[in-house]
């Protein structure tokens, strides 16, 4: 059974960081993509960085460009969003997600097989 567990995520004020995790059990550890999704009160979930085993493909969502960067530690079987400098509009629920495979869907959650519980992103102002 494959398990995603996001962590990391907090209260922090604008300007600040976070690094959210998640932790893959029973998935191929090198042969993936992982996105990272989130979700804002009222709005759509929307995909925001993803990045694929293969050829360390990533897709970003452009308002995170340049603030926000991905990683993945295969050895721990975790893969990392690294976020600078918050926004208040950066709030919500940030899941990850994960297919196996060659080839990254890129940020069509459609795509993606298995899901992450969530955890909750809150940036103040």
């Known amino acids: 059974e494959v398990q995603l567990v996001e962590s990391g995520g907090g209260l922090v004020q604008a300007g600040g960081s976070l690094r959210l995790s998640c932790a893959a059990s029973?998935?191929?550890?090198?042969?993936?993509?992982i996105g990272w999704f989130r979700q804002a009160p009222g709005k759509e979930r929307e995909g925001v960085l993803c990045i694929n085993s293969i050829d360390g493909t990533t897709y970003s969502l452009p308002s995170v460009e340049g603030r926000f960067t991905i990683s993945s530690d295969n050895a721990k079987n975790t893969v990392y969003l690294h976020m600078n400098n918050l926004k208040p509009e950066d709030t919500g629920v940030y899941y990850c997600?994960?297919?196996?495979?060659?080839?990254?869907?890129?940020?069509?959650?459609?795509?993606?097989?298995?899901w992450g519980q969530g955890t909750q992103v809150t940036v103040s102002s």
């Open positions: 997600a994960g297919v196996q495979g060659p080839e990254s869907p890129g940020l069509d959650e459609l795509l993606y097989h298995y």
């Open positions: 029973g998935f191929i550890f090198d042969d993936y993509t």
